[in-house]
């Protein structure tokens, strides 16, 4: 899935662009997204052996950047690890369709949690559903 930053949904106003990220509620909505997500992977069977760290802070911290900087907020993502090559960033774990809908499983849970807007919850599900299925590399579990 190419890299391609969103563009504002409403409340554009001449000389400021409002993002997606801003609409939601910018880094609180993003960090309450990923926690959430990775309570639920903290003990998922399939999942956190993924996971090559101990703690999990470093592969949440990871995913919030990129989610903030996909979504229009800050660059930190790619100021501090380069291109985000989702694909190559996980070749080296096997990703089928198990692993694929556990992930969704629980990254449904964080959306939910958000309370979201029905149309922002819906952009942003399409995305990560998008994400999750372009991430597939084994069609077996």
């Known amino acids: 899935m190419p890299f391609v930053r969103p563009v504002a949904l409403s409340g554009r106003t001449p000389g400021e662009a409002r993002t997606f990220y801003d609409e939601v509620g910018g880094a609180e909505t993003f960090e309450r997204l990923v926690a959430r997500f990775y ?6 069977e399939v999942l956190r052996p993924m996971y090559p760290e101990a703690d999990l802070a470093p592969a949440a911290e990871r995913l919030r950047m990129f989610l903030e900087q ?3 907020g800050p660059t930190t993502y790619s100021e501090q690890r380069g291109h985000p090559r989702l694909r190559m960033r996980h070749a080296s774990f096997t990703v089928g369709p198990l692993a694929r ?7 449904r849970a964080a959306v939910d949690s958000l309370g979201l807007p029905p149309a922002q919850e819906a952009v942003l599900w399409d995305y990560l559903e998008r994400a ?3 991430l597939l590399n084994s069609f077996e579990d």
């Open 39 to 44: 309570e639920g992977v903290a003990g998922d």
């Open 70 to 72: 996909y979504w229009g």
């Open 101 to 107: 809908d556990r992930w969704l499983l629980h990254m």
């Open 132 to 134: 999750a299925h372009s």
